[in-house]
C-alpha cells in the first residue's frame, strides 16, 4: 500500500510544480521547500534537541501555540521548529514576532526526502495539529523512538479512514501516534470505533488561547474615541457578504457604530469607495479635521488588532461562513462575551455548532436574514445581553486544553 502511498504523493508534488507556474501561491510553498532542509541544517546543529510542531496553515498554527509555548518553558534549553505545509500559515508567522528557532516548509513526504530532513538534527518531540498526517514521515519518526502526538484532533465521519479503502491509513496512525489528544468528545468516539485507543479528550487548544487574549488585553489606541459610548458592531475578517450585510444594516440603523476588519487589506480602498463618507480609515482616525461622530463606519487598514477590537463589540459579525471560503475565528469574539452572527457554510466547525447550540450565537444562509436578527439585537437589550452571558460562560467552562496535554506528554 505504501507504493501507492508514494506514487500519489509523487504526482501531488508534480501537480504542484505545474500549478506553481500559473499560482503565486502554489509557487511559494514549492519554491519554499527548497530552502527546508538547508534552513533546518543552518539552525539546529545535529545534535541539538528539537521540539517540532507541524501544521498545515495559519488556523492550525494558532492552535498548537498554546502546547508550543508551555513546551518552550517546560524545556528551555530544546529548540523549537514549526513546519507548515501552506504558504498561508508559512507566509504569515515568519513575518511576525514568534517563539521558534526555525520555519519552514515540510518537504514533500517521499521516504528518502524525510530522512534526510530528519536526521539533520534530534527531534526530541513530534506533535501535528488537527489532522494533517504524512505517513513516511510519522514512519521515520517512529523509527527513530520520537514521540509522536496529535493535538486538537479532529476526526469526522467523511475522512478516508471510515472507508473500505482506510485501513491502511488507520494501521499507520495506531502504530506511529503515541497520543491523539481530541478536541470534541465526537471525535475520540470515532476515533475509537477504527482502533485508535490511544485517545483521550481534552477539548480544543484555541479556547486556550483566546483565554490569554483576553486575559492580556491592551487598549487599541482611538477605538473608544470613535465609538463614543454608542452600541457598537464588529466585522471580523470580513468579505464581500459581509459588506453586503453591512450596508444593508447601515441603512436601517444609523445610531450603531461599526468596525470592519477586511480579511485581505487589498480590498480596503474598494470598501471605502463603497461606503463613501460615512467610513474612514483607522490609519485617518487620528488626523481627521471631522467629529469622530461623524462617522458611522471604521475601516480597519492595518492586521494584528482584530483580536482586541472584539472587547468593544456588543455584537460581532465573522467572515467568511457566506460562501466556501471557511468560516474564520468566531472564538475570539467569543471569548469577550460578546454574541456571534455568521453565515452557515461552514464545515469542520465543531466550535460554530457548540456556540450555537450554546444560544450564543446565530448562523443565517442569507445576509438579509442576518441583518434582520443583528437589527432585532440591537432593538432589544436583554435578549443582547442573555446571548453575551451565554457566550462568555460558554469559553469559561471549556477545560484547559494545554494543561491536559502537557501533563501527558513527554520529550526524550
Excluded at 470515532?190 to 483565554?211: F, H, P, Q
Aim: one cysteine or more.
Amino acid at each position: 500500500m505504501f507504493f501507492l502511498y508514494d506514487i500519489s504523493i509523487s504526482l501531488m508534488a508534480f501537480g504542484m510544480k505545474i500549478a506553481s507556474l500559473f499560482n503565486e501561491k502554489v509557487k511559494k510553498g514549492v519554491v519554499g521547500r527548497r530552502d527546508s532542509l538547508k534552513n533546518v541544517q543552518q539552525a539546529f546543529a545535529k545534535d541539538d534537541k528539537v521540539i517540532w510542531m507541524h501544521a498545515a496553515s495559519l488556523g492550525e498554527y494558532e492552535q498548537g501555540l498554546p502546547v508550543l509555548e508551555r513546551l518552550k518553558i517546560q524545556y528551555p534549553d530544546y529548540k523549537i521548529l514549526v513546519s507548515f505545509f501552506s504558504p498561508s500559515g508559512y507566509e504569515n508567522v515568519v513575518k511576525k514576532k514568534h517563539i521558534a528557532d526555525a520555519i519552514c516548509y515540510l518537504p514533500f513526504d517521499k521516504k528518502n526526502t524525510i530522512q534526510q530532513f530528519v536526521n539533520s538534527f534530534q527531534t526530541a518531540l513530534f506533535f501535528t495539529v488537527k489532522y494533517d498526517f504524512w505517513y513516511r514521515l510519522l514512519e521515520v519518526l517512529n523509527q527513530k523512538n520520537i514521540p509522536v502526538y496529535v493535538v486538537s484532533a479532529l476526526f469526522y465521519e467523511k475522512q478516508k479512514f471510515f472507508t473500505s479503502g482506510g485501513r491502511f491509513f488507520v494501521e499507520q496512525l495506531r502504530k506511529n501516534v503515541n497520543i491523539f489528544f481530541h478536541q470534541t468528545e465526537h471525535s475520540l468516539k470515532l476515533a475509537e470505533s477504527i482502533g485508535l485507543t490511544n485517545s483521550m479528550y481534552t477539548g480544543d487548544t484555541r479556547y486556550d488561547r483566546v483565554k490569554q487574549n483576553v486575559k492580556n488585553f491592551t487598549e487599541v489606541p482611538l477605538i473608544q474615541n470613535f465609538i463614543q459610548n454608542k452600541p457598537a458592531l464588529v466585522i471580523g475578517s470580513s468579505w464581500e457578504a459581509e459588506e453586503n450585510l453591512v450596508e444593508k444594516f447601515i441603512n436601517e440603523n444609523s445610531d450603531t457604530k461599526i468596525i470592519l476588519a477586511p480579511h485581505d487589506l487589498k480590498r480596503v480602498p474598494q470598501i471605502k469607495q463603497r461606503f463613501g463618507d460615512k467610513a474612514i480609515l483607522y490609519s485617518k482616525l487620528e488626523n481627521s479635521q471631522s467629529s469622530d461622530v461623524d462617522y458611522q463606519l471604521l475601516i480597519i487598514d492595518n492586521i494584528g488588532m482584530l483580536s482586541r477590537l472584539y472587547h468593544y463589540a456588543n455584537v460581532a459579525v465573522v467572515g467568511g461562513g457566506f460562501h466556501t471560503s471557511g468560516l474564520h475565528n468566531i472564538l475570539e469574539a467569543a471569548a469577550y462575551a460578546v454574541p456571534v452572527i455568521f453565515g452557515n457554510q461552514y464545515k469542520k466547525n465543531p466550535e460554530a455548532d457548540a456556540l450555537i447550540d450554546a444560544g450564543a450565537a446565530k448562523s443565517f444562509s442569507d445576509e438579509n436574514a442576518a441583518v434582520a436578527f443583528l437589527l432585532q439585537l440591537f432593538r432589544d437589550e436583554d435578549k443582547r445581553r442573555s446571548m453575551a452571558s451565554l457566550a462568555g460562560k460558554f469559553i469559561a467552562d471549556q477545560p484547559d486544553a494545554a494543561t491536559i496535554i502537557l501533563n501527558n506528554i513527554h520529550a526524550k
